[in-house]
């Protein structure tokens, strides 16, 4: 976080998970959808309510499977990290 001296916040950077998860056999469908939410995310600016998105660039792809019950759950994202300015 960027705080004045008065103890203001007015500019963080946060970390957010983003990743598709899906049960299907083929990772064809994942695969597609997280590549969409790179080309959307990563690299991407912009105003929101009561700021501006700086900057925000994927600083960690994953790809893991998980079992519960039988299933197997396919998982893959990224780690998207934010620099967020407050306005």
């Given amino acids: 976080d960027v705080v004045t001296v008065s103890g ?3 500019m ?3 970390d957010f998970v ?3 998860i899906t049960n299907e056999t083929s990772i064809k ?3 597609d959808i997280d590549e969409r939410v790179d080309q959307i995310l990563h690299r991407a600016s912009g105003t ?3 700021g501006v998105v700086e900057s925000c660039v994927r600083v960690n792809p994953f790809a893991y499977n998980e079992s ?3 299933i197997t759950y396919r998982h893959v994202g990224g780690v998207y990290r934010m620099q967020i300015r407050r306005t």
């Fill in 8 to 10: 203001i916040r007015i």
């Fill in 68 to 70: 519960s019950d039988g």
């Fill in 18 to 20: 983003v990743k598709a």
């Fill in 29 to 31: 469908t994942i695969s």
């Fill in 48 to 50: 929101v309510s009561n």
């Fill in 12 to 14: 963080a950077e946060m």
